[in-house]
């Protein structure tokens, strides 16, 4: 997909985290197809539904079991349902009504559904909910507050077009096979509830003073629960201990899109050494920092060279390396490029020389 990469990133973080995501954009931004990619290649059970004023309780956690109510016992078939779910996207969620949202209220912050006689103990890992806007309505703050991370997603920018018309030309995709990387999340998880943040603390509390100061809203839960993903960014960056490199995760938790922006600025300097080799696209994006910005290119660099490799010699996948090649030249002085992207570029000046 042309420009969802943070999106997919982002789920997997707070997969890992074992938070959940709200993501905020316009009809046909490809929110609902990026997340049912992620899912497929993480695996287990896939719950979607589209919410809307008149959704009953019984659509997303199962209906009333009859053979039991016969017995004069209220309980709940949920098999295939959302309570069951390891991971659940929830689209316009929040349309939902009242006994739907306070259903899923405790769902989302306990892992427990509570209905009827039925106590049941959830599998989800992770939540994402997807909305056109952020809700005007003050009864919904709570709701929306345990969605940790969110992020906003735009049209593809005017410079990618042509990418995404070629990509729209393309034949469907044969749907893929189920991945089936579920039990590396709980092993990452695992981890992640076992890393030191004892050595990011302190940065972290200045971090979140200084977006308090400068305006930017977050509850006591907010600030707390950000150590999760603080800590998952170290695990998938391969490391025990969390430190100043995971501390990009932090725009995440402001709730909009402005405030975002406004946590990047405040934050520069404590980010400016972030990066993540796992989440290359969602580091760059949020931090801005130079560090994320080398892996981007280098990944990318990589990507493209083994495309080149693996095709007849031809002008457009010139044409894209040279585009590589200018980013890299625009972005870093020749002195000031880091050893992997120096070899990286390299390279790509020796595939696009003439033969």
Not at 87 to 100: K, R
Not at 164 to 180: Q, Y
């Amino acid at each position: 997909m042309i420009d969802r990469e943070t999106v997919a990133e982002v789920v997997t973080l707070c997969a890992v985290a074992g938070e959940h995501l709200l993501v905020v954009g316009a009809p046909g931004t490809a929110k609902s197809e990026a997340v049912r990619r992620v899912a497929g290649q993480l695996g287990g059970r896939y719950f979607e539904y589209l919410l809307g004023r008149f959704t009953e309780p019984n659509e997303l956690f199962g209906p009333v079991d009859l053979r039991l109510l016969r017995e004069g016992r209220v309980e709940f078939e949920t098999a295939g349902m959302l309570p069951e779910a390891d991971i659940a996207f929830l689209d316009e969620v929040f349309l939902g009504s009242t006994a739907v949202l306070n259903t899923l209220l405790g769902l989302l912050n306990e892992r427990v559904f509570r209905r009827g006689r039925t106590v049941l103990a959830s599998p989800l890992r992770v939540c994402v909910g997807a909305a056109n806007h952020l809700p005007d309505d003050p009864a919904l703050a709570a709701f929306a507050d345990r969605f940790l991370a969110r992020v906003f997603v735009e049209p593809v920018a005017d410079a990618r077009l042509e990418e995404l018309l070629e990509a729209g030309r393309r034949p469907a995709a044969a749907a893929a096979r189920p991945g089936d990387l579920l039990g590396a999340v709980d092993r990452l998880a695992a981890a992640a509830r076992e890393c030191d943040l004892d050595e990011v603390t302190p940065l972290l509390g200045s971090a979140l003073r200084r977006l308090r100061g400068a305006g930017v809203p977050l509850s006591d839960r907010r600030a707390v629960r950000s150590q999760k993903l603080v800590a998952a960014a170290a695990v998938l960056d391969g490391r025990t201990t969390a430190s100043a490199r995971d501390l990009w995760v932090l725009p995440l938790i402001a709730p909009t899109a402005d405030t975002q922006a406004l946590a990047r600025d405040t934050l520069a300097d404590l980010i400016e050494k972030a990066a993540n080799r796992s989440l290359v696209h969602a580091a760059e994006e949020l931090s801005r920092s130079t560090a994320a910005r080398a892996e981007l290119l280098a990944r990318t660099g990589t990507a493209l060279l083994a495309e080149h490799r693996g095709l007849p010699a031809g002008r457009d996948s010139r044409l894209r390396l040279e585009a590589a090649l200018r980013e890299i030249d625009a972005g870093f002085d020749p002195a000031d490029l880091p050893s992997a992207l120096a070899g990286i570029r390299a390279e790509l000046v020796a595939a696009v020389a003439p033969s």
